[in-house]
């Protein structure tokens, strides 16, 4: 791969895609609101995208569709002076901390039985009206075709609605006993999703991807088999796959954990890049874009947990193994594998990101 004149974020990730020549690799970042706060803290002046100016990050996110069965449902049900429980558009009862970020409480769900699915939630989701403003997404996109930015349209997708309607233990036990209600929530939640995502494009719009997000593993496995995600949710998936490319675009997948055993599916559904490739749950692209990188573009894999010490000798060793075995391939676009955490300081951030563009670049 050669270094080509210096291009736009769009030039540069179509190329990246097509495996064609380009000057660097692409670039994109998420943060924990604590890690700004502190970066603030620490003498940033501006925000998260203000750090991803300085990183020139090359992608601008042009909404976020997560569509609820009853989207105007948040009622907070009872607080304290460090957690607050929420009510939410999907009957979920859940626990949050105040004031912080972190991992919520599930408590309980709403939508328990197929009945309860059948004549109260299935309705109220067909019948919800749209759940994104398409004039404020035409705004993102004009924005993001003045700074050349690559840009996508974004959400949610079934298997992360299965978790959240059902919750994970009920959710996976109607899977295996009741695949067929399953079914009906995953296909009435895509279609969903992609009326939304249709009144994008009625705008005239014209994103050059779909970024799909959805945890449907954990740190040894998926959490249904490869089977079970074949067969019930993978169909979904390659719904979506297919009208993101019937519009022209690419289609990238956002998951967590170890995914390693449904590659090909993915690959089967039409996925055309899959992020972020959480390290410690066994996913390394070292490994993955030999066997996979003419096939799949690989967006992230930098360990956070490299980054927590803040020992750049540590994080420059991480840096520079993965991007020389990604420059071999052309597929891979910078991200770290999580968001980065407020263990990290913005000095250490300023210098990594020296670090991905020094290493970053092809020669």
């Not at 939508?111 to 398409?134: A, F, H, M, T």
């Not at 994103?207 to 799909?212: C, R, V």
């Not at 009208?243 to 089967?268: P, Q, S």
Request: aromatic share 12%.
């Amino acid at each position: 791969m050669k270094t080509v004149t210096t291009l736009t974020g769009q030039e540069r990730v179509d190329r990246c895609f097509a495996r064609r020549e380009h000057d660097r690799f692409p670039r994109y970042e998420s943060f924990w609101p604590e890690t700004i706060e502190r970066w603030q803290n620490e003498g940033l002046i501006g925000d998260h995208e203000t750090v991803l100016n300085f990183l020139e990050g090359d992608f601008q996110g042009l909404c976020w569709i997560w569509p609820k069965a009853i989207p105007t449902q948040n009622e907070i049900v009872q607080m304290d002076e460090k957690t607050r429980v929420v009510r939410d558009g999907n009957g979920k009862l859940v626990r949050y901390w105040r004031g912080k970020s972190g991992t919520p409480e599930h408590l309980g769900f709403d939508c328990d039985s197929r009945e309860k699915w059948e004549k109260i939630y299935k309705p109220s989701l067909l019948n919800s009206g749209l759940q994104v403003d398409p004039e404020a997404v035409w705004r993102s996109y004009v924005q993001g075709r003045k700074l050349g930015r690559w840009c996508h349209l974004t959400g949610a997708e079934v298997f992360e609605e299965l978790r959240d309607l059902l919750g994970d233990i009920n959710g996976l036990i109607a899977m295996a006993e009741e695949p067929e209600w399953v079914e009906d929530i995953a296909a009435t939640f895509t279609n969903v999703l992609l009326r939304n995502f249709d009144a994008c494009m009625a705008t005239g719009i014209q994103p050059d991807g779909l970024w799909i997000y959805g945890d449907m593993a954990y740190n040894h496995a998926t959490m249904c088999s490869p089977q079970m995600y074949r067969d019930i949710v993978w169909p979904c998936h390659k719904r979506l796959a297919d009208w993101a490319h019937a519009h022209g675009m690419k289609f990238i997948y956002h998951t967590d954990g170890d995914v390693n055993r449904v590659l090909d599916l993915y690959i089967e559904a039409g996925v055309d890049a899959l992020q972020p490739l959480e390290c410690k749950a066994g996913m390394d692209i070292r490994n993955l874009l030999p066997k996979y990188g003419d096939r799949l573009c690989f967006f992230g894999n930098i360990d956070v947990m490299k980054m927590i010490p803040n020992d750049l000798d540590l994080i420059e060793e991480e840096i520079v193994s993965k991007f020389a075995i990604a420059k071999k391939t052309g597929s891979y676009i910078y991200h770290s594998d999580h968001s980065v955490p407020p263990q990290v300081s913005w000095k250490t951030y300023q210098a990594i990101i020296e670090l991905i563009k020094r290493h970053g670049t092809y020669d």
